[in-house]
């Protein structure tokens, strides 16, 4: 069934393929150098060849368009996706365990793929943030510590910039994601 629908779509292309650029080629080559029998068939066989990959390419091409349309995520679910993300991250700085600041890179360079995509009006706003932690409003993460534990936490230099810039992109994806969610029809937010 599948490959059916492929030889349609292939035959679609073929069509346009051979009418169109294999027979200027054809045309100029005949026209210009008149080719011997043997060159004549192995330059078909040649542009039969191209035609045959160059036309399954674009069905391949125009398949993956649509399948990607139809399973990438929406603007709005791909923010949302950044925001859980940038929230797992900063509640992993406000905790003990190893600092792992690899982790906060690769996803920065994650959600700026995801707003070039889906929201790139923003993408400078973002990088605000991801260049300047210290544009968050400070407050330290006191969740159930005392002032010594805390002090501890703070010892940590590299933790505490890692959960300040987590912190900054995190407050920077769900502005963007409210202003984008406001631009939505009323019925869809």
């Known amino acids: ?79 949302n996706d950044l925001v859980s993300e940038f929230e797992a991250l900063e509640q992993w700085y406000v905790g003990d365990s190893k600092t792992r600041p690899k982790r906060l890179s690769k996803l920065i360079v994650k959600a700026r793929e995801q707003l070039r995509h889906h929201a790139p009006e923003y993408v400078h706003v973002f990088n605000e943030a991801a260049a300047d932690s210290d544009s968050r409003p400070h407050f330290l993460p006191t969740i159930g510590r005392t002032t010594q534990e805390l002090n501890e936490w703070l010892k940590d230099n590299e933790r505490f910039e890692s959960w300040k810039m987590a912190s900054a992109c995190l407050e920077k994806v769900k502005g963007i994601r409210q202003i984008c969610l406001l631009k939505l029809p009323p019925s869809f937010r």
């Open 1 to 79: 069934m599948r490959f059916g629908k492929f030889l349609a779509a292939w035959g679609q292309d073929w069509i346009a393929l051979m009418s169109g650029v294999a027979s200027v080629v054809l045309l100029f080559w005949w026209t210009l150098w008149p080719p011997s029998q043997d060159q004549l068939r192995y330059g078909l066989f040649v542009v039969s060849v191209l035609c045959f990959v160059f036309g399954s390419y674009r069905i391949w091409a125009r398949e993956n368009e649509r399948w990607r349309a139809l399973t990438e995520p929406t603007q709005l679910e791909a923010l």
